[in-house]
């Protein structure tokens, strides 16, 4: 292989590393913690407040699974519900 090849497959390497470490998800227990810190403060009408608990749940049922990507996905609805 010539060194220049050599070269860029290292670079290609290297950048889909950085790219696949920047897309990992946030670890469950912080995004649960942040929806957990942001309900009491949370005006929400009794429907609203039923959602976010439904997700938070969902997101503890995930996390607990050790499935912090979709564990991410509920927290996030709980916190775009909670306007955070």
């Not at 070269?7 to 913690?33: K, Y």
């Not at 439904?54 to 503890?60: A, M, P, R, S, T």
Request: glycine share 2%.
């Amino acid at each position: 292989m010539n060194q220049p090849l050599a070269l860029a497959c290292i670079s290609i390497l290297l950048t889909a590393t950085t790219a696949l470490a920047a897309n990992a998800p946030v670890p469950c227990e912080q995004m649960l913690s942040d929806v957990k810190a942001a309900l009491p403060a949370a005006k929400l009408t009794d429907a609203a407040k039923a959602k976010v608990t439904d997700l938070e749940n969902k997101g503890i049922e995930r996390c607990k699974a050790d499935d912090d990507t979709r564990a991410d996905v509920f927290c996030a609805e709980a916190l775009a519900v909670l306007g955070k």
